[in-house]
Structures are given as structure tokens and as C-alpha cells.
């Protein structure tokens, strides 16, 4: 049975209707005159539509059409940098002349300037990230992307396409070791309105860019990136609590058990897939597993110089005897430092910190 309060859908090509999907998935959300932003998927790069590896450029014109029966103001077609540069990649892949089909439609690259920090919270793993501004005059998010076997996450598609918020592919490379709690402290900011996961055509063996592609001839619709990706998941016979980015989200939402009574009701596919080699998946994850080992060592290493910096600056009685901060408060900057994920340069606040404490010392 399906539970009313888990919205999804899954048709055939044929059977999609974009205008009855909006009705379903924005009812009562105002979106005349609103600013919408469909994240694309174009990781993979310069490939066909019959290849599975990139966002359907067909589809999302569809989409976008249907949208523009309720008159928003604007739609925005987002992807950040990869392998290609971004304008490229929108040119060659067919997405620039959207923009001359929908006066209303414009595209983004979410790394060009102006970017914005988010601090985050004390529940979140990353600090001082930086996100593209003009997403924060965004009214409802779209995620459009297309199901992938991948050879270090064991599927991608629209949970992980929430991670390529991040600009630049520099970025996303350091950073994709922490890819399983980073998109979902992403998906807590940009939360999708909807999430269409393209399973017409996937790739298969040694995906996200080198597969093959294989027919399903599938797409699904929801409103939580996380439900969607699951039922892809089980479509291709895969059980989600073994791909880490969806495992880690599902536990920290604590919605395993909700997903896994749902996939009862979801049907695999016959069709024959070759899955991702098991030597090969492991090596990627114990190489994100050392790289993240790296960086909490780099950080305590930084972390021990501030100690040392502190010591000698401000003396060890005041650390000691708690004039300088209280000792829970050195407890939290330490587990700060060492266990948060943050731009490089960003650990040099502490350093200021130290030295303006030393300063305004000296001047009393």
C-alpha cells in the first residue's frame, strides 16, 4: 500500500504529462510571477541524448513549457563546472537555445561571481561553503536528473546532483570524500519542490561517464530527492542502504525504515544489468576514506599550532584558568577545527582571533 504522505510517481515515456505532474507537485504553491530553478545534471559532459549520461534536453523544453502555462517569471536552468566549462557545455548540449525558444528562461553557471558564504550550524559538517547568491532569490527548486550507475557511489542521480550546488569542479573534487553528509547539510538549503529521475536510458557497468547505456524506459517523479533515488535504486535491482550517499542520508533523517516498507511496493526491473565491480567501488571508497583521514589530520595539525600560538601569546595560566574563554568553549572551537569541512583559508580566522584578543591585552 502506498503511503499518502510519500509522493511519487513513476510512468513511461509515453505516459509522462508535465502539466498533470506541476498540478500534483505545486498544488497550492503560488508560482505566477516566481522565480524557478531546474538544477540540471550534466556532469557527464558532451554525450548523446542516447547515452543516459546527461540531463534530456527534450524533457526539460517539455517541462519548462508546461511551467509556462502558470506565468512564472522566470526560469532558471543551473548546472556548476565539471570536465567542461559550463557555457560549453549548455551550447553543445542544446540547453542555449532554450533560452531562445522561452523569453523567460536563462541559464546559470553556479560557479561565476557573485558567490555567498553559509556559515552553517553546529549540526552541520561544512562551515563557510560558497554558494551562487542568485540562489537565494530562488522560489521553488526543480531537480532534473538522470539515473547512473556510478563507480564510487554505486548510483547517481537526483540525491547527488543535489551535491553539484557546489561551484567549480576544484571544489567538488577536494571535497567529494565528504560527499554523503555535505549533500545532505545541501539538500537541508536548496530542499527540491520536485525531483524527475530520468531511467529511460541508464548507464550501466562503469558509470557515471563510461558506461554503457541500457533501455529501462522508466521515469520517476517525487517531491524528496532521497525516495526517488531509492526507487531507481530498486528498479535496477540494488538495495539503497548500500549506496553510502543514500544509506548516511536515510539514517540521519531517520527515514529508513519509512523507505524501506515503500520499496516493498516498488518492482524491480527484468532487465539484465551489469552492476559496478565490487573490487572497483572499493578502492574509490577507501581512497575517499584516506583523503578524509588526510584532512582531519590537517586540521588537527592546525589545530595543535593555534594551541601552540595561544600558549605563547596569551599565556598558559590565563588558557588554563579560563580568563581567555571557558574550557567548553575550548572544547567546541577544537571539535570545530578539526571535524568541520570549510574553505582552507577560513582556519585563519582563529589565528586573527588570537592576535586581536593579544592586541586589545596589550592596549588595556
Known amino acids: 500500500m502506498k503511503d499518502p504522505k510519500i509522493k511519487y510517481d513513476i510512468f513511461s515515456p ?60 522566470k526560469i532558471i536552468l543551473a548546472e556548476s563546472g565539471n570536465k567542461e566549462n559550463v557555457d560549453f557545455l549548455f551550447r553543445e548540449t542544446g540547453f542555449e537555445e532554450l533560452t531562445n525558444e522561452h523569453k523567460n528562461v536563462e541559464l546559470l553557471d553556479l560557479g561565476k561571481q557573485p558567490l555567498i558564504s553559509f556559515l552553517g550550524t553546529e549540526k552541520n559538517k561544512f562551515r563557510n561553503l560558497e554558494f551562487s547568491e542568485k540562489l537565494l532569490f530562488v522560489d521553488y527548486f526543480i531537480d532534473f536528473s538522470s539515473l547512473k550507475l556510478n563507480i564510487a557511489e554505486k548510483i547517481s542521480g537526483c540525491w547527488l546532483n543535489q551535491f553539484n550546488f557546489l561551484p567549480g569542479a ?23 519542490d520536485l525531483c524527475i529521475l530520468d531511467a529511460n536510458i541508464i548507464i550501466g557497468s562503469m558509470g557515471p561517464v563510461e558506461g ?119 572544547y ?9 569541512v570549510s574553505k582552507p583559508d577560513n582556519l585563519l580566522n582563529w589565528k586573527i582571533a588570537i592576535n586581536k584578543h593579544v592586541k586589545e591585552k596589550t592596549l588595556s
Open 170 to 192: 576544484d571544489q567538488k573534487t577536494q571535497l567529494q570524500p565528504f560527499s554523503a553528509s555535505l549533500t545532505l547539510d545541501i539538500f537541508k538549503l536548496f530542499k527540491p
Open 332 to 340: 567546541k572551537i577544537a571539535k570545530e577545527i578539526i571535524t568541520k
Open 14 to 73: 509515453e505516459e509522462l504529462d508535465f502539466e498533470k505532474i506541476i498540478e500534483k507537485y505545486f498544488f497550492r504553491l503560488p508560482i505566477e510571477d516566481s522565480v524557478i530553478l531546474i538544477k540540471l545534471d550534466l556532469f557527464s559532459g558532451l554525450k548523446s541524448l542516447q547515452s543516459g549520461a546527461t540531463a534530456n534536453v527534450n524533457l526539460v523544453s517539455d517541462l519548462i513549457g508546461a511551467l509556462n502555462k502558470k506565468f512564472p517569471k
Open 212 to 330: 554503457f547505456p541500457i533501455k529501462m524506459g522508466k521515469i520517476i517523479v517525487g517531491d524528496n530527492p532521497l525516495v526517488v533515488d531509492a526507487i531507481g535504486s530498486k528498479l535496477i535491482r540494488i538495495d539503497y542502504l548500500k549506496i553510502p550517499a543514500i544509506k548516511y542520508a536515510a539514517k540521519k533523517m531517520r527515514s529508513a525504515r519509512k523507505i524501506s516498507r515503500l520499496m516493498e511496493n516498488i518492482k524491480s526491473s527484468d532487465i539484465a544489468i551489469q552492476n559496478i565491480s565490487a573490487l572497483h567501488f572499493r578502492i574509490f571508497r577507501t581512497s575517499f576514506f584516506i583523503s578524509r583521514l588526510a584532512y582531519y589530520i590537517n586540521n588537527l595539525a592546525y589545530f595543535l599550532f593555534l594551541g601552540g600560538l595561544a600558549l605563547i601569546s596569551i599565556g598558559g595560566k590565563d588558557l588554563v584558568t579560563g580568563k581567555w574563554m571557558s574550557l567548553n568553549n575550548y
